[in-house]
């Protein structure tokens, strides 16, 4: 009996006690996706639907990555 009931309550007490972690100092996350993922431009041999999918592309750039890059041009200091 007691065998059956050892095993839920050890994954309980490490469920319970991962619920309550508030992060790990010292570990700074890097997002490398703004340094793959750029503005791109239409051809004019494109489709409309292919020039749509250009646009949304571009304003998911705006959304995601604009921002960050020009946060990381000011802390370098440049024009």
């Known amino acids: 009996m007691l065998a059956k009931l050892t095993r ?25 996706a703004c340094k793959s993922f750029k503005p791109i ?6 489709t409309e639907p292919t020039k749509r999918q250009v646009i949304g592309h571009n304003k998911a750039w705006d ?3 604009a921002a960050k890059i020009e946060k990381r041009v000011a802390s370098v200091g440049w024009p």
Do not use: H, Q, W, Y
Not at 41 to 46: H, T, V, Y
């Open 8 to 32: 839920p309550a050890v994954l309980l007490s490490g469920f319970l006690l991962t619920g309550c972690a508030t992060g790990i100092s010292g570990i700074e996350i890097t997002d490398t």
């Open 63 to 65: 959304a995601i990555c």
């Open 41 to 46: 431009s239409a051809s004019k041999s494109d």
